[in-house]
């Protein structure tokens, strides 16, 4: 299955860190169609499946066979008798009205799933990824990634992988399993080209398709000027620093650091697509123009002489930018 190279996150529909409107989570699908993006990926995890509710909704205007739609598994959403005024603890802005529970069987992928398609008001996903198996490796081998490759031969879904904010487990799920993607946070940016290692070579071997998310290493890529925010959790001074002299190096080529962050993965021949959040229809067409920009080879090349960027990263090879 072939991925757009731009598709929308949609853990921002969900209310990560501030809550949204539900007409502006609205307008934000729409625009994101209106800019000519058809891959959508949302999570049961993304506002306690309100992400999933609004995705749906807006995409119910469109035709089903004109985008492609990706979920995940791994958190069984269940009822919660919340106090009054509770509110999830898991970085959302929504009421504690669920509880997320763990299971990597193949019972909790198919209840999942199920409940997915309702909150999404489709009768199926095109994608579904084994979500945040962490602290969960054995269960996910002996049950969610046998359970999805059942349900691909079957043709309930037509392409499975996983979703993981690190490299070397999802390179280990790569190696045991024929995977179709594998949708990787934050560890081929700016900052931290970790799947170098190991993962992206080895799904180019494998012919398995990368989507890179957490481009921006949870803000500090985000601005021209580096934002404080590293992965959730306030950035270390010594990252910190780093950012702010990629960011003048950046600014000698005439290009902005969010720009140099988002091209930055697609320029591995591994990786298909990128996918982005907005919290509201401009922040789309900004990170669609970022997407758009022209980067200067040399800039690649100057980040590499400057000890910023491993030699090893595809862009320094001839030709630059795809």
């Not at 959508?40 to 995890?45: E, G, M, N, R, S």
């Not at 070579?201 to 071997?205: D, I, K, Q, S, Y």
């Not at 985000?222 to 000027?225: D, G, L, N, P, Y």
């Given at each position: 299955?072939?991925?757009?190279?731009?598709?929308l996150g949609?853990?921002?529909?969900?209310n990560?860190?501030?809550?949204i409107?539900?007409?502006?989570?609205?307008a934000?699908?729409?625009?994101a169609?209106?800019?000519?993006i058809?891959y959508?990926?949302?999570?049961?995890?993304y506002g306690l499946?309100?992400s999933?509710?609004?995705?749906?909704a807006?995409l119910?205007?469109y035709p089903?066979?004109?985008?492609l739609l990706?979920t995940?598994?791994g958190?069984v959403?269940?009822?919660?008798a919340?106090?009054?005024?509770?509110r999830d603890d898991?970085?959302?802005?929504?009421?504690?009205t669920?509880?997320?529970?763990?299971d990597?069987?193949r019972?909790?992928v198919v209840r999942?799933?199920?409940?997915s398609l309702?909150?999404l008001g489709?009768?199926h996903?095109?994608?579904?990824?084994?979500?945040d198996?962490?602290?969960?490796f054995?269960?996910?081998v002996?049950g969610?990634?046998?359970?999805l490759?059942?349900?691909r031969?079957?043709?309930?879904?037509?392409?499975?992988g996983?979703?993981?904010n690190?490299a070397?487990?999802?390179?280990?799920?790569v190696?045991r399993?024929?995977?179709d993607?594998?949708?990787?946070?934050?560890?081929?940016?700016l900052l931290?080209q970790s799947?170098?290692d190991e993962?992206l070579?080895?799904?180019?071997?494998r012919?398995?398709?990368?989507?890179?998310g957490g481009v921006f290493?949870?803000?500090?890529l985000?601005?021209?000027?580096p934002?404080?925010m590293?992965d959730?959790?306030a950035?270390?001074?010594g990252l910190?620093r780093?950012?702010?002299?990629i960011?003048?190096?950046?600014?000698?080529?005439?290009?902005?650091?969010p720009?140099?962050?988002?091209a930055l993965?697609?320029t591995?021949?591994a990786?298909h697509?990128?996918?982005?959040?907005?919290h509201?229809?401009?922040?789309?067409s900004v990170?669609?123009a970022r997407a758009a920009?022209?980067?200067?080879?040399?800039?690649?090349?100057d980040?590499?002489?400057?000890g910023?960027?491993?030699?090893?990263?595809a862009?320094v090879?001839?030709?630059?930018?795809?």
């Open positions: 299955m072939d991925l757009p190279p731009l598709g949609g853990a921002q529909l969900g990560l860190y501030h809550a409107s539900a007409e502006t989570a609205e934000t699908v729409r625009r169609w209106d800019e000519g058809r959508f990926d949302t999570a049961p995890h499946g309100l999933e509710r609004r995705l749906g807006a119910s205007a089903r066979d004109e985008y990706s995940k598994v958190r959403l269940r009822p919660h919340a106090e009054p005024g509770e898991q970085g959302f802005d929504v009421p504690a669920y509880r997320r529970h763990w990597f069987s019972s909790g999942s799933l199920e409940d309702v909150r489709v009768d996903v095109d994608l579904v990824y084994v979500h198996p962490d602290d969960h054995t269960e996910a002996s969610a990634f046998p359970a490759l059942e349900l031969a079957q043709g309930v879904v037509r392409a499975i996983v979703g993981m690190q070397p487990m999802p390179a280990e799920f190696r399993f024929d995977l993607h594998v949708l990787m946070a934050g560890r081929y940016t931290d799947a170098l993962l070579p080895l799904c180019l071997e012919g398995v398709g990368v989507v890179a290493n949870g803000g500090i985000a601005t021209a000027e934002g404080g590293y959730y959790a950035a270390p001074a910190l780093k950012a702010q002299r960011a003048e190096i950046c600014a000698w080529h005439g290009v902005q650091l720009d140099a962050a988002l993965p697609g591995h021949p990786v697509s990128v996918v982005l959040g907005a509201d229809a401009g922040q789309v990170n669609v920009a022209e980067i200067p080879a040399g800039l690649w090349h980040l590499v002489d400057a910023l960027l491993r030699a090893e990263a862009v090879s001839p030709g630059g930018t795809p």
